[in-house]
């Protein structure tokens, strides 16, 4: 794992120092900054080092003191950049996460076991468009619909704005609740759709006779032998997608005005900020293996004839 | 056998509606289980064996399966009872054992809780605690080897003979008085066959529990059942006692059968002959005989007469064949075939007619 993220490191700092962009120094001096200014503000940055100095400087930082630099923008520690956008952006994921999965559940189940018939046709119809439609788009007419201040129907308090769980549980919630549908909704459906077509599989199975054969109700059939084996496949699904959720959701984050990695992110690269994208970077590939490991630990929990 | 008989079997037809045409995969059969019997219903695979007796449990109903008939099982018609009842008839009165053990175990759950799982559904009010030891005294039976310790286990980590035994105490945790046995043996190696073959006919003697055993293997059946059915393209085509049966088949079907396998009681170097020709279509069905395109005995009215289901001859009710052939003629051709000939000498030696068949 730490030599994994120790590649990432290195990737993300040879693509942003290595490769031509806008001097960061020179952003910081503004547009009147004379080359003194621009070179003292290089010096102070370490710009000046040899590239491998300059790494080796930053990944010690994050070895030995788990210091990801100050942003070049607002001279704030990332990590403590990040740690405060933290709470909006697990606030996000845990809600939609919560969201998806009950809307995607009872739709995969019901569309599996009336396969062919109206009710899955219409599901997987809608859960095609969900799929189609881009996050952005869906958030301008989320918003345009129901935000606040130019909503039409200004049904959801605070819609449009992020309030910290620790300022308003209620209105927390509420505000939340429109990015969460926006960001569920393609996953939603396509969790929809994987678990109906693992679902529609495993009915097929033996053992799905076996448990019919067993005088079993068909409710217990279904749900307690089919969809217990259909889940494997949205396990690992499931653990990645939370990782990369984790690691900022950029585009709701932005379309929603919430305060969270991804918002930060995206704040971080129109700004030339690359410590801060660089250590948003290395979080979120931080993230995304852990998720892969509790993926493979969820698996033989699921599955007992994984062992490792 | 006094009184009626455990099951009867009417008429039973189920087709399937499919995209090519309707499958006819069971076409008006008839049969009747007595308590404690054992009936062999033998086939090519496509015969219908195997959704005859699913339909019997409601096993393949859906949208496009049509089920006539009329199953009876203890004076009533499981095939127009309610979707509960026959629930609570499958896994209890009536249960299932099939073809490959392991896929037909959940992969999932411990065999413990799949054996509770079963008794759980069918006895109102037994504890979790009561229906583990049932559980545990069933794999006891079926000679599961240190079942105490083996209830936790999970399917995989049994062979592949053990788990068939699973399967069969899962069949047994209810106390059925009728054990249909999918090709039970199919998937398992030839001595582990024989053991299971051994422990349900040893089941069937001591619980007094009857068996319909689906196999496509004429050997299984000698061996345990008291009554043997062979079905072609979805109909018998044969029944008879088993002694009856492999010493003086009628049916040009059954001989096929019993020349394709290989036998102790004939010469060494006589060679095993396939049934040459394909199995029939079950959309478009053969006119008349429906063995008609695969049999070398074929005359120009077997195209267009269907046979009915006879008795072989005046006094032997009990051995009955679809079959237009004179009953001696058939006698003799399967005189020559036992011996050795080929279809071409039989059919000489009893003065008929013979046509190749063309693999």
Redesign the interface.
Known sequence: MGVLLLIISAITFLIFYALPSTDPAQLRAGRSGSPELIASIRHNLGLDKPIYVQYYRYVKGIVLHFDFGFSYQTDAPVRQQIVDRLPATISLTVGAVILWLTLAFPVGIVSAVKRRSLVDRAAMGGALLAISAPVYWLGLVALYLFSNDIGQFKIFDGAGTYVPISQNVGTWFSSLLLPWMVLAASFAAFYARLLRSSLTEVLH???I?????????ER?VILR?GV??AILPLVTVLGLDIGILLGGAILTESVFNIPGIGRLAYDAIKASDYATIQGTVLFGAFFIIVANLIVDIAYAV????VRY | MTGEPLLSVEDLAVRFDTEDGVVHAVDGISYTVDRGQVLGLVGESGSGKSVSSMSLMGLTAGRRTTIEGRVMFEGRDLLTLPGSEVRAIRGGAISMIFQDPLSSLHPFYTIGRQLIEGVRAHQDGVSKKAARERAIEMLGLVGIPDPRGRVDAYPHEFSGGMRQRVMIAMALVNEPKLLIADEPTTALDVTVQAQILALIKRLNEELDMAVILITHDLGVVAEIADEVAVMYAGRIVEQAKPEALFEAPEHPYTWGLLRSIPRLDTPRDQELVPVAGRPPSLINRPSGCHFHTRCPYVREAHRRIDPPLEPVALGQEDHVVRCLLPHETRLELWRSLESGADAAAAGRAAGTEVTEIKA
Not at chain 1, 209 to 217: D, E, F, H, M, Y
Not at chain 1, 302 to 305: E, F, I, L
């Open positions: 199975e033996d053992y006779r076996t448990a019919r054969a067993k005088g079993l109700s217990t032998h217990r084996a699921v599955d007992p004839r």
